[in-house]
């Protein structure tokens, strides 16, 4: 019995510890970004240059992550819809995000405006180089009233959170807005029915490092930077892998997120089944399922969890889901198809 009162006890404690190590990423959420699994399924959310860089009339894309739901009583939430369309040698898009995190419901919502424009480097229009720029404003908001602080903690009563001590902060806003601008670059190979067709990109995110801050201090948006690549490798007329990665550093906090997926195409070549494994170093073990039929494209994904979190969340952590729409043409493209894309 007595085991089991300290198992009890130690889990209760495990859990609020991890809670308030969740509460202070959200704290100093202005030194780390969120991040999604399919990081590439959001096209202008990777890298502003993949505006309008598709085969179609125009592109809409949903999102949504939910992460914590092992920990936390709300868990982190991530939603977002976009929509781009080629224009000549131009792209134009739009990208609105939503995210949520945690009982002292921090949420940031981004509305982003994207330019993208297309430069052909040879003349059999196979090499390609795609330029682009996003712009919009950001709002983050938190409400104070729902928080508890590390001075707040008790032991009394197998430990906890007491909301009614002081909690020693000074907030001097519970919301606030910024702008935001940020650029990209990709290179990508295009010619058809060749058996490899790499890609590589480049963004940068924050680049005017706007001030925010919930408390009454100079603190500055960090940059963030992107570096993603990959190649389309056609195995045969059914199978096809898609080796790709993606690195982001942002201050101190780096990430490196290695994928491979697996395309098998079906009876139908309108339609082909999606699957493979993606590591996303120190942090998780992810597994990708979808399917591409006709103008839809459907992903599914679900986190493992590998951190030092994993005894706490038992290795649970998030899942994911994207869907895809792109209306076709009812002439060729002007634009060279990105294999990427």
Request: glycine fraction near 26%.
């Given at each position: 019995m007595k085991h089991f009162l300290n198992t009890s006890i130690s889990k209760t404690m495990n859990k609020s510890i991890l809670a308030l190590i969740l509460f202070v990423s959200v704290k100093v959420a202005s030194a780390q970004d969120f991040h999604l699994s399919q990081y590439d399924a959001p096209p202008m959310f990777l890298n502003p240059a993949m505006t309008g860089m598709f085969d179609g009339k125009y592109r809409v894309h949903g999102h949504y992550r939910t992460q914590w739901m092992a920990v936390a009583t709300k868990p982190f939430t991530t939603a977002g819809i976009s929509f781009d369309m080629p224009i000549k040698k131009?792209?134009?898009?739009?990208?609105?995000?939503?995210?949520?995190?945690?009982?002292?419901?921090?949420n940031v919502l981004s509305a982003l405006l994207s330019v993208g424009y297309d430069v052909v480097l040879d003349h059999k229009k196979n090499h390609h180089i795609a330029l682009g720029v996003q712009g919009g404003i950001v709002q983050k908001s938190v409400d104070q009233s729902k928080l508890s602080f590390g001075n707040q903690y008790t032991?009394?009563?197998?430990?906890?959170f007491d909301t009614g001590l002081p909690n020693?902060?000074?907030?001097?806003?519970?919301h606030f807005m910024i702008h935001d601008i940020n650029a990209g670059f990709l290179y990508y190979f295009a010619k058809d029915n060749s058996r490899l067709n790499p890609f590589v990109g480049f963004s940068a995110f924050h680049l005017t490092q706007p001030q925010e801050t919930f408390f009454d201090k100079d603190n500055k948006l960090p940059l963030r930077y992107y570096a993603h690549g990959g190649v389309k490798v056609n195995v045969n007329e059914k199978i096809q892998l898609l080796p790709k990665f993606i690195y982001m550093k942002q201050i101190n906090d780096q990430e490196f997120t290695a994928t491979l997926l697996l395309h098998y195409f079906l009876k139908s070549s309108d339609t082909y089944l999606i699957f493979g494994p993606t590591y996303r170093n120190k942090d998780a073990a992810i597994i990708e399922g979808g399917i591409k039929k006709g103008n839809y494209t459907a992903r599914l994904s679900y986190d493992i969890n590998t951190s030092s979190l994993k005894e706490v969340s038992n290795h649970?952590?998030?899942?994911e889901i994207s869907l895809t729409y792109v209306a076709r043409r009812s002439k060729p493209n002007p634009l060279a198809n990105c294999p990427r894309l």
């Open positions: 131009f792209g134009a898009g739009i990208q609105i995000f939503n995210y949520r995190a945690g009982a002292g419901t921090y032991t009394a009563y197998d430990g906890g020693g902060e000074t907030f001097s806003n519970s649970r952590g998030g899942f």
